[in-house]
């Protein structure tokens, strides 16, 4: 079973660079979450969708973007790279009737 | 707004001490409350759960009881293992935009078990 699969694993980035990081699962679950973990802290919200077409601000967006063409597929777009947004992002998934989130295995991104 | 307060970490113990993690919570509703587990190299897992005031939630030896009057979670396990290294996240969950239930996370707690 994948589950969430998250690409790349590993990426660096230099200042004002543009990347897409990719999320996808295969439980056909309605909703999906990107998150941010920076050292020593918890997970911050940054986007999230309830289903294909329908996307939403989280805790921190600022810099980011989102689109939600599938129910599989939940890509998360850094348009000008900065040293704020070195961090682990990880992707996460749950079903309507149920209120737990599967998180795939995160990206590791370092802008420099 | 919500907000989630865990013990500061790192926390090492021997092979076969008691843990507890202590995880106290501040909601403006009824949320459901989760304990999450990082691996090195991982993502998150759901270790426990629970939904409503006095519920307990276990799993692999570690559990937790929704104590409403404190608003608090602690994480608890009789006994831990070398396997049990990992950060540990305490969690709520409540009904956001859309019925999202968007996670609010604690800072997490990282343990190291010591043969």
């Known amino acids: 079973n994948a589950g969430v699969t998250q690409t790349p694993k590993f990426r660096i980035l230099k200042i004002g660079q543009s990347m897409t990081l990719q999320c996808a699962q295969d439980?056909?679950?309605?909703?999906m979450y990107w998150y941010r973990q920076d050292p020593g802290m918890g997970l911050k919200l940054i986007y999230y969708?309830?289903?294909?077409?329908?996307?939403d601000k989280g805790e921190v967006p600022n810099g980011y973007n989102v689109s939600r063409s599938t129910t599989e597929d939940f890509p998360l777009r850094l348009e000008l790279a900065a040293p704020s947004q070195t961090s682990v992002y990880f992707c996460?998934?749950?079903?309507?009737?149920?209120?737990?989130?599967?998180f795939g295995a995160g990206t590791r991104l370092s802008v420099l | 707004g919500d907000s989630v307060t865990q013990m500061e970490g790192p926390v090492t113990l021997s092979e076969e001490a008691f843990l507890t993690i202590n995880c106290t919570y501040t909601?403006?509703?009824?949320?459901?409350l989760f304990w999450y587990v990082q691996y090195p190299g991982e993502g998150l897992q759901l270790l426990l759960k629970?939904?409503?005031?006095?519920d307990k939630g276990s799993n692999k030896g570690f559990e937790a009881t929704y104590r409403k009057e404190t608003t608090s979670f602690h994480l608890e396990k009789g006994s831990v293992q070398v396997s049990d290294s990992a950060v540990y996240f305490c969690?709520?969950?409540?009904?956001?935009?859309?019925?999202?239930?968007?996670?609010?996370f604690g800072k997490g707690t990282k343990l190291s078990v010591i043969p």
């Open positions: 969708s309830v289903g294909a077409g329908i996307t």
């Open positions: 996460a998934s749950k079903a309507g009737a149920e209120n737990i989130q599967y």
């Open positions: 629970a939904t409503k005031a006095d």
């Open positions: 969690a709520l969950s409540e009904v956001g935009g859309a019925g999202s239930y968007q996670l609010t």
């Open positions: 909601a403006t509703g009824y949320p459901s």
């Open positions: 439980m056909n679950h309605n909703y």
